[in-house]
Structures are given as structure tokens and as C-alpha cells.
């Protein structure tokens, strides 16, 4: 298991949007895996809305088990779509505590009630592969809009 990761702190780089020709797709990076999943939540939660204006409001623990860690990502990822979706939560700060290949434990920061300009409906398995780079690890992920 890894080590708690918070991203509170300004990372190097957490991610950059892709050209897509329908969807939208991010490349996330991370020096670690934990790292690489909490801005992967970022990049997603970038899309819909300016997460520098939220004053974080509401926490939300989350725990996932999957098949691997590609899926895991992207089960991480749709599971805090549900919450937007089904709590009009927007999240904002995203620590990852405990990441195995098939386990994420992490608590979600954000707040209610947060006008979103671009609604993502899922996170999907497209062109999606975790890497390891010199830097530590990158992935790209397409969204289904």
C-alpha cells in the first residue's frame, strides 16, 4: 500500500487537457500512484468548474475494490461522479490514503450547490493505460460527455 497523499500542495504538473474529437480526454500525472488518482479527480472536477472558488464545505469518505488498477481508476473516478451527480457536490480537494492495485481508500473535500459549466456523465475505459514515467506516473483518461 502506498502512503497518504494530499493535493493541497501545487504539484509540478497534475494535469493537461487532450485534444478528443468527441469526448473530452485529460493526461494526469503523478509521482506516485495515490498522487496520479487524486489529480486524475482533480483534472475531472477541473472540467466542470473553477475549483479555486470553492470553499471546501462538505467531506466525503470513499472506499472502492475492482479488478485492477485501470479499472480501479476509473470506478474512482465515476464514483465521484455519482456523488455530483446524486449530492450536487463539487469536489475540490481530493486525498488519497490508501491505494492498493484493487483497493482506494480517500476522503473527498468540496462543497454543494456549485454551478457546473461543463457536466461530464462518466469516465470511461478509452485509451486508458496507468504508465510509469521517469517522473512517476501518467495516464490518459476519456470522458464521456
Known amino acids: 500500500m502506498s502512503t497518504p497523499h494530499a493535493t493541497g500542495q501545487a504539484p509540478a504538473r ?3 487537457n487532450l485534444e478528443h474529437t468527441a469526448d473530452l480526454a485529460i493526461r494526469a500525472y503523478g509521482a506516485t ?3 496520479l488518482f487524486a489529480n486524475a479527480a482533480y483534472g475531472l ?7 479555486a472558488s470553492i470553499a471546501p464545505s462538505v467531506q466525503r469518505r470513499i472506499e472502492l475494490r475492482s479488478l485492477d488498477r485501470e479499472s480501479l481508476l ?3 473516478l465515476n464514483e465521484l461522479l455519482y456523488w455530483r451527480e446524486t449530492a450536487d457536490e463539487t469536489y475540490a480537494q481530493f ?3 490508501q491505494l492498493s492495485p484493487r483497493h482506494l481508500r ?3 473535500r468540496g462543497a454543494r450547490g456549485v454551478p457546473v459549466a461543463h ?12 504508465e510509469e514515467t521517469p517522473d512517476g506516473y501518467a ?6 460527455v
Open 14 to 16: 497534475r494535469f493537461e
Open 33 to 35: 500512484l495515490p498522487e
Open 45 to 51: 472536477f477541473a472540467q466542470m468548474a473553477d475549483l
Open 74 to 76: 476509473v470506478d474512482w
Open 95 to 97: 486525498e488519497v490514503r
Open 106 to 108: 480517500a476522503v473527498v
Open 119 to 130: 457536466p461530464v456523465k462518466a469516465a470511461t475505459f478509452h485509451r486508458l493505460k496507468i
Open 139 to 144: 495516464a490518459t483518461i476519456v470522458f464521456d
